[in-house]
């Protein structure tokens, strides 16, 4: 079974919501990602952390952080 879900990205000022997809079964490994997504989250974070906002925009949600207090 498949469960999609959204993961939070913080790097720096930013913060991303990059959708992804669990992957339930009997194993003990589950819930999981797949590879792609995995993959995903690793792009989007390098993206934030270059501060490549079009780039994590492909993938993700991407928000600017500010301190309000």
Do not use: N
């Not at 469960?3 to 959708?19: C, D, P, Q, S």
């Not at 589950?30 to 925009?57: F, G, N, Q, T, W």
Request: glycine share 2%; charged share 35%.
């Amino acid at each position: 079974m498949i469960e999609r879900t959204t993961k939070l990205i913080h790097i720096g000022r930013y913060a991303a919501e990059v959708e992804v997809d669990l992957i339930v079964d009997e194993t003990g490994w589950s819930p999981y990602l797949s590879h792609e997504d995995a993959m995903k989250l690793d792009r989007v974070r390098r993206a934030l952390k270059e501060e490549d906002i079009a780039a994590a925009a492909r993938e993700a949600k991407v928000f600017e952080l500010t301190e309000v207090a």
